[in-house]
């Protein structure tokens, strides 16, 4: 083996010494240097040392790319990859993960996976079968694979990147050769992902003989394929309507907003998402600076060219109101605070979750201080404040250069302090007809109408998961749609919660909605929820699966999915006189069929 440096800070001198003392080191000593250097400060974006064959044998120029995306963003970038391969002389094949036969896996030579992270460290649900299969006993030996993985997260989870750590943990484990080391992104993942992309043509091109391959720039691949305003470049969207749908006594506060993209070129289909970014709650952030000492008007450096004063910096620019383990670790560096860095120390895991669990960087900076620091130094340990996704609740079709959405605003007590969801109470407390949000579509190709309009669909959507199905009704009415439709719909109360109400009852009158079942879980002495409603009508239910229905589920995550999805197997158990397995099974072909979609958070 011979290690080869790439865009290092490493001198010439410094990676021939490197390069000098390889022979001295026996092959799993090689392993881990180039394990270390890459999961390193210096491997994650400058220095990475690459494993190349000692002889260098010339590769094929076919290279597969496979995507698990739930919301798109993985798909996009597998996407951009191919377009920047293709143009670079290889011929790319790129897939989503469950529309590829692992058993093809074995014919492949070059494979570059991109995936994000979902659930609490699950694959996304497009990639949930290719990941059973890697991990499964059918998995063949990959010799002859060379490989390399761009994960995709958030790195105020738990499980960060963890998708793209099992595949490319177990790809290795196959046999497989790992063309470039695995990328974790967060976020703000156009950077590196573009890093990524230039480093795997690179160690492409090396392995064809031909030294570095030519990466186009990130503008390139951009320009390449996204429209005018994207996730990247958001259009400055003017607000129609804000609503709050919820009534007086209600425990709720959801917002029905309806926003203009007129002029924008922007479109979308039903079971889309639009991004928002998000102001910073002003109060709060001059709270911020005056924790830190810290004059408001001075000038900071928020990204190459982009000089803004402190004040808007952090207003607008920056997170300020999640606290994520990487930036404890930037801050205890940056403060030197001893009881930080003790809390961080290894085996503190479980405490590190907790302290982060309903705090703010004004917790942070009071709680571990002192912070004499600069406003420059400061704002160099925070990241890019994300967009927040919505479930588009409206129809082009029926309102044409329109988006509507249903948002639930978040407000919660911690730590002797009321807090406030950023986004959605940006919405509910501060924004008004006239008033404009930075948007961007974010297209989800999981959560979509049938393709046969006379398919019958189940609609599964309590709460604000009600949203996409609004957005698939008014589809329906506009086309003219014969397929059966039925929506499972619950929250609180019949009196203040019932949303969108008077739609729902015109649909079901003029024939759109076939069927209507609701559950309000706190009318009564015992919680009712929509699976209570769905195995109430579990023979019909299967009745409808066997005639062919998709089943979409909106909503919660972590508690409803998963009990909802459970409800599924359980009446598929019963009503198909299946055992568990077999139910099971029947699900999961429901989803490789795209029978079974969700879109939850
Ligand atoms: C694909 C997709 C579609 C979505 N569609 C919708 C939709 O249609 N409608 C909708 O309302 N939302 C939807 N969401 C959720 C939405 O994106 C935002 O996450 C939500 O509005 C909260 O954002 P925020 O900025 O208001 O809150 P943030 O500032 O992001 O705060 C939320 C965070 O606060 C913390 N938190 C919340 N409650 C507590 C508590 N009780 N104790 C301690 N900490 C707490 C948690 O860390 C949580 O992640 C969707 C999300 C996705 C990914
Ligand atoms: N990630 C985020 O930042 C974020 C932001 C906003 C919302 N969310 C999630 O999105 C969800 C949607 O919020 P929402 O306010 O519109 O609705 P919601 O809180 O999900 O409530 C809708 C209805 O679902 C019921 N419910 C609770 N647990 C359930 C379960 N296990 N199975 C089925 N139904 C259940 C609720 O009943 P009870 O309340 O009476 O139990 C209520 O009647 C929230 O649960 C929240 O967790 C997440
Ligand atoms: C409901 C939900 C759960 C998530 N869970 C994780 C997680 O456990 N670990 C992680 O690193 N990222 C997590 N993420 C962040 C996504 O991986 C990140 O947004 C990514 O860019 C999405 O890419 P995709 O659009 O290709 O799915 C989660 C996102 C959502 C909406």
Known sequence: MQLQVLNSPFTQEQVELLNRLLPTLSETQKVWLSGYLAGSQLGTAAAQLTQIPAESPKISKEVTILYGSQTGNSKGLAKK????????GYQVTVSAMSDFKPNNLKKLQNLLIVASTHGEGDPPDNAISFHEFLYSKRAPKLEDLNFS?????????EFFCQTGKDFDARLEELGGTRLYPRFDCDVDFDEPAAE?????????????????????SQT??????????????????????????????SNKETHHLEISLEGSGLTFEPGDALGIYPDNDQELVDLLIKELNLNPD??????????????DALASYYEVSILTKPLLQKAAELTGNKELQDLLAPGNEEEVKGYIYGRDLIDLVRDYGPWNVTAQEFVSILRKIPGRLYSIASSLAANPDEVHLTIGAVRYEAHGRSRNGVCSTLVADRINPGDVLNVYVQPNENFKLPQNSETPIIMIGPGTGVAPFRSFMQEREETGTEGKSWLFFGDQHFVTDFLYQIEWQKWL??????KLDVAFSRDSAEKVY???????????LFQWLQEGAAVYICGDEKHMAHDVHQTLITIIEKEGSMSRGEAEAYLANMQQQKRYQRDVY
């Open 81 to 88: 990859s191919a377009q920047a391969l293709e143009a670079n």
């Open 509 to 514: 009158q003029n024939g759109t909605l076939t």
């Open 530 to 540: 929509v699976q209570h409603r769905m195995l109430e009508n579990s023979k019909e």
């Open 220 to 249: 390139a691949i951009n320009q390449a394929t996204e429209s005018v305003y994207s996730r990247t470049n958001p259009f400055q969207a003017e607000v129609l309507e804000n609503i709050n749908l919820n009534g007086r006594g």
């Open 149 to 157: 993985v761009l994960a995709l997260g958030d790195s105020s989870y």
């Open 196 to 216: 990524w992309l230039q480093g795997v043509l690179s160690s492409l091109g090396e392995a064809q003989g031909q030294g570095s391959a030519q990466a186009p």
């Open 298 to 311: 001075e000038k900071v450096t928020v990204k190459q060219g982009d000089v803004r004063t402190l004040k």
